[in-house]
């Protein structure tokens, strides 16, 4: 009777991990997952570590550790096949969010960084919700911004640059 009832409860245990690693599969896979590429190998964002110091430095960076965070998306338009390479540059000691989009053939990619048009203060630029923000172009909200640092910490490429 021990043995059956040993077996009985493997054989639950075997038949609800594979139930919950169905939901968890399903549920991964229709979640919206961004395509991304890797920055550093992108012609357009690199060198990217001598880019990060120019904008550090524009930034007046205090000296010591700075914690960096990248990552690039690639984006399409609906219905089309071009694409666009943008990337995200989360500075945690700075506090902010910077997009950065490829420099172009003879440009330099610490340019578009340093200049960038969506440059977010995160305690200035960014409000609780989509309502808050309204019609403005600019402002974003924490879940978005929340989105993108976590989705960063996940697949992105980290940097530790020192300010001297």
Known sequence: ????????EVTLL????????FVYSVAWAISPQKEIFAVERMAGFTPVVPAI???????GAAK????????G???RSDGSADENKIAWLHWREGNRLTLWEPAREGGE??????HSRR?????????????????S???????????????????????????R
Do not use: P
């Open 14 to 21: 075997r038949i609800a991990l594979v139930f919950f690693l």
């Open 119 to 135: 440059d977010l203060d995160i305690s200035k630029d960014v409000l609780a919700t989509q309502d808050d923000i309204g019609s």
């Open 53 to 59: 110091r120019a904008y550090l430095a524009l930034h």
């Open 137 to 163: 172009t600019y402002k974003v909200s924490y879940a978005w911004v929340d989105g993108v640092e976590k989705d960063c910490q996940k697949r992105g490429k980290s940097y530790v640059i020192r300010v």
């Open 1 to 8: 009777m021990k043995l059956f009832l040993r077996g009985y």
């Open 64 to 71: 010591g550790l700075h914690h960096i965070c990248v990552i």
């Open 73 to 75: 998306y690639v984006e």
């Open 109 to 114: 990619s610490k340019d578009l960084l340093n």
